[in-house]
Nanobody
Framework: QVQLVESGGGLVQAGASLRLSCSTS????????MGWFRQAPGKEREFVAA????????YYANSVKGRSTISRDNAKGTVDLQMNGLRPEDTAVYFC????????????????????WGQGTQVTVSS
């Protein structure tokens, strides 16, 4: 069974960078889709970025596009999210998730398309 563990969160000032890492177990990179989502207090969980292993296609929410990069490291078994130019509105718990399917664009932002979730890592950006 696939397990996901996030790391790399923390408290930073606006403008700083963080690299979040999602460690996976099992044969997770052979197919499917990995995504990053976030949830701020009192808000719904929202899509941040995703990578579809077939074709290595990458997708980003408009709110982080140009400031973030999702990547995978097959040797380490991780999917990372590099976030630059952090803003106070980026404050949230960040979750990685895996779908066994190669999700199409219309589905890749939907939380219910992902079967496995990590416990999350807190990112706090001070102004």
């Amino acid at each position: 069974q696939v397990q996901l563990v996030e790391s790399g969160g923390g408290l930073v000032q606006a403008g700083a960078s963080l690299r979040l890492s999602c460690s996976t177990s099992g044969r997770t990179f052979e197919s499917g889709t990995m995504g990053w989502f976030r949830q701020a207090p009192g808000k719904e969980r929202e899509f941040v970025a995703a990578i579809r292993f077939s074709g290595n296609a990458k997708y980003y929410a408009n709110s982080v596009k140009g400031r973030s990069t999702i990547s995978r490291d097959n040797a380490k078994g991780t999917v990372d999210l590099q976030m630059n130019g952090l803003r106070p509105e980026d404050t949230a718990v960040y979750f990685c998730a895996r779908s066994s399917l190669s999700l199409i664009l219309s589905a890749i932002k939907s939380t219910d398309r992902y079967e496995t979730w990590g416990q999350g890592t807190q990112v706090t950006v001070s102004s």
